[in-house]
């Protein structure tokens, strides 16, 4: 069912929101391989430092991951003014404002949580904005600060009088970060103040858990965030229990394990062989949870430094999870690749401050394989199973 939201449809109900150091342009590449209707917005950037830096790489975006926002932080009205418009400049079909992040290190600058605390204030900067641009503008806020002064039903109201087209409400206050359980209850009460969409978000981690929010809360989407790490499968699967009733199947283990290493190459591919190959590792680890005999190979994956290493490691859990048939079809779809080129990206995609603005196209076909003597060794291996 589409959402409307200012002058913007969204096809689908399922938001995936802004998670630091998670949804770059690669992530969000994954995520519409499997998913073409979801809402979706980059990682948070800061609207002072786009000041210095109008270049920043974090505001990327492909031309075909529109739906798409771009989340700006701050407290300063006239900067974040300019600030959406460069997001508006840069293609992003909403900006969002994070005004949830738990973080001290945001809040102690009176930015993100903090301006729940500054309700006028955060009034100010809504108004700016919307005077700045020509795209919907959107805000993300918690229940409030702390369990005594949870004011996100009068903070809903103030942000839509303002005129936000739309609020994310994370279940949680500050004081609780990502502890404890979310209070659906909360969101349920701002979504009946509101009349612009509202996404509840908070403890989602599978399609039934979106289903019961939704009864919940009355809401008009669902965001999820932690539950797509190392599982973007769970949007579509949300997607389509909700439109059809039919809940599908999870992933299974070859096709969890040939997308993580298209991740990893993903990242090596557009931020270097080291910056790449160490903040693949995070998500080596996701993808792999849950898969029998997995934990003895998350260790080895939090060491990686070559692609190389992330195939051979992964090769070994798919021939002790999936037996030598899985290992055949896990070698054959990543033998497809070429290492190589993966690992060695052209200048357009260096490190170097010029080259910093280069988008890259996250849908081709990334580079990732093996030699062939080693796929040929991994055939012959002898399975691990009982």
């Known amino acids: 069912m589409p959402i409307k939201i200012g002058s913007v449809t969204i096809p689908g109900r399922v938001y995936v929101p802004p998670m630091a150091g998670v949804t770059d342009i690669v992530f969000r590449g994954i995520v519409r391989r499997v998913d073409q209707g979801c809402m979706m917005a980059t990682e948070m950037v800061s609207s002072r430092g786009l000041m210095h830096r109008p270049e920043a790489r974090i505001m990327d975006l492909a031309a075909n991951e529109h739906p798409i926002g771009i989340q700006i932080f701050g407290h300063e009205p006239d ?13 992003a079909d909403f900006v969002d404002v994070n005004m949830g992040c738990p973080v001290p290190k945001i809040t102690n600058g009176k930015d993100g949580c903090a301006l729940m605390r500054e309700p006028e204030l955060a009034r100010e900067i ?78 989602v981690f599978e399609p039934e858990d979106a289903v019961r929010l939704l009864e919940a809360t ?38 969890r394990l040939v997308l993580a290493v298209h991740h990893c190459l993903g990242l090596i591919n557009y931020k270097g062989l080291r910056v790449g190959a160490n903040e693949s590792r995070r998500h080596l680890t996701h993808y792999t949870k849950g898969i029998r005999g997995s934990s003895q190979y998350r260790a080895r994956l939090t060491q990686v430094t070559s692609a190389k290493e992330v195939v051979d490691i992964l090769a070994e859990l798919a021939l002790e999870a999936a037996g030598t048939d899985g290992l055949a079809r896990y070698l054959e779809m990543v033998n497809e690749y070429d290492l190589d080129n993966g690992e060695n990206p052209d200048k357009r995609h260096s490190q170097h401050k010029e080259h910093l603005h280069a988008p890259v196209d996250v849908n081709a076909v990334l580079p990732l394989a093996k030699p062939v003597n080693t796929v040929n060794e991994w055939r012959n291996a002898p399975s691990h199973n009982p």
């Not at 900067?79 to 293609?91: D, L, P, R, S, T």
């Not at 005129?163 to 206050?173: D, E, I, K, L, Q």
């Not at 790490?229 to 949300?238: F, H, S």
Request: proline content about 5%; glycine content about 10%.
């Open 79 to 91: 900067i974040m003014a300019e600030a959406a418009k460069m997001a508006q400049a840069k293609g």
């Open 126 to 203: 809504i108004v700016a904005m919307k005077e700045a641009v020509d795209i919907p503008v959107t805000v993300k806020f918690r229940l409030g600060w702390d369990e005594s002064t949870k004011n996100c039903v009068q903070f809903g109201e103030l942000l839509e009088e303002a005129g936000v087209s739309a609020v994310t409400v994370h279940g949680r206050t500050r004081a609780q970060k990502y502890s404890g359980t979310a209070d659906w209850s909360w969101i349920a009460q701002v979504k009946k103040a509101l009349s612009v969409p509202v996404f509840g978000n908070g403890d």
């Open 218 to 255: 009355n809401c008009d989407g669902v965001a999820v965030a932690r539950g797509t790490l190392g599982n973007p499968w769970l949007i579509p699967r949300i997607t389509k229990l909700l439109d059809t009733g039919v809940l599908d199947d999870p992933p299974e283990v070859i096709e």
